[in-house]
């Protein structure tokens, strides 16, 4: 019995010392609402549009569960892995097209001197939409809706995130998007961003840069993208203000873009505040402009959130968009969908949208 119970007592010693130089962490996040849109060619291909309602998955925040790992290995030095998977709560199937860990799935190392990760990552874009979007790129009326590329990620990639003091800068560069990198076409899906933010005080200011090319024969398309904006805490208010400027080249074509080797100019401006510890609220205008084209989107959005704990929250969102000549940008992103699709909204058609939903992060 004496033996057994120290055989049992060192071994949960050295359990206890390897929790503490390792740890893998269970996350997630639990989003669903109902939503309401008018106008929405729900009933037949080329209808008017009415009225739809429908339950939706991931509206302020992207339903998901993930798995985060660290083990520190001496010297400052880290080792780390992320697998996110996400989640369609109205129909239980996985997001990001089914992929398994379709938000993030890397592993790499972190120093004091920063992080570099290989594997499927969020770009800059994304990292730089979450810092200066008032909405804080939520998956349902925001910036992702009239600019996709804020919400975008990039598979077969590295990437380097270091933070130095009130500077954060980072680079990623992917071989390619779709996993069939060919020989003697090293450009084929190519895509590499980079991004720097700086904070100090109230005031913070940023900007990114992205290059991406399609995949397949025509390879030589191609988008370039850059971004600036800032941000300015006064109290309980914050102030946003934000510009992107798109170019596509080589055949490529811009999302909602009317033509091709079309340019875009993005501008925004936004607002939060936070009424009481629970309660705050936060508005959003977006405006487009494509070049040479008369048509031009705006997008105006407004969220009332109410915390119930530190993880539950119950929200508001309304979206308006008043599109402009032959634009078709719905309250959900540009039509990219079949005219049956709750979603779509005829060309030249205003929109109206608003969502109710819970959230739980656990």
């Known amino acids: 019995m004496r033996m057994k119970l120290l055989a049992a007592t060192m071994a949960a010693l050295a359990a206890g010392g390897a929790n503490a130089q390792s740890s893998v962490t269970l996350y997630g996040v639990a989003d669903a609402g109902l939503e309401y849109t008018n106008k929405s060619s729900a009933t037949a291909a080329g209808a008017p549009g009415g009225n739809a309602y429908r339950l939706t998955s991931g509206n302020q925040s992207g339903s998901r569960w993930g798995m985060r790992g660290v083990e520190d290995i001496g010297g400052g030095l880290k080792g780390i892995f992320v697998l996110e998977s996400g989640v369609n709560f109205d129909t239980g199937s996985s997001g990001q097209g089914g992929r398994l860990f379709g938000r993030a799935a890397y592993v790499g190392l972190q120093s004091p001197y920063g992080t570099f990760t290989l594997g499927r990552h969020t770009t800059p874009f994304f990292d730089f939409g979450l810092l200066y979007d008032p909405m804080a790129i939520s998956t349902r009326y925001g910036i992702t809706s009239t600019a996709p590329e804020f919400g975008s990620r990039a598979d077969n990639s590295g990437k380097y995130t270091g933070t130095f003091g009130g500077l954060t800068v980072s680079g990623l560069y992917s071989f ?17 961003s980079f991004l720097a933010s700086y904070a ?12 991406a090319n399609n995949t397949g024969a025509a390879s030589a398309q191609m988008i370039r993208r850059a971004t600036a904006a800032g941000s300015y805490t006064l109290g309980v208010a914050k102030a946003f203000l934000g510009y992107r400027w798109a170019k596509a080249y080589n055949g490529a074509s811009l999302p909602g873009g009317q033509f091709t080797n079309g340019g875009s100019n993005l501008y925004w401006a936004g607002l939060a505040y936070q009424l009481t510890p629970a309660f705050s609220l936060t508005g959003a205008a977006y405006y487009q402009d494509f070049r040479n084209s008369g048509a031009d989107p705006w997008d105006f959005v ?16 309304l979206s308006y968009v008043k ?4 634009s078709n940008l719905s309250v959900n992103g540009f039509n990219n969908n079949s005219p049956t699709d709750s979603a779509y909204v005829q060309a030249g058609a205003n929109q109206f949208g608003a969502t109710l939903g819970i959230r739980h992060k656990f």
């Open 200 to 211: 100090a005080g109230p005031f913070a200011m940023g900007a990114a840069y992205d290059q």
């Open 323 to 326: 599109n402009k000549g032959n």
């Open 176 to 192: 390619t998007n779709n996993g069939n990198e060919v020989a003697g076409a090293f450009t084929n899906g190519r895509e590499y």
């Open 302 to 317: 407004a969220t009332a959130d109410y915390a119930l704990s530190k993880r539950t929250d119950l929200y508001a969102s």
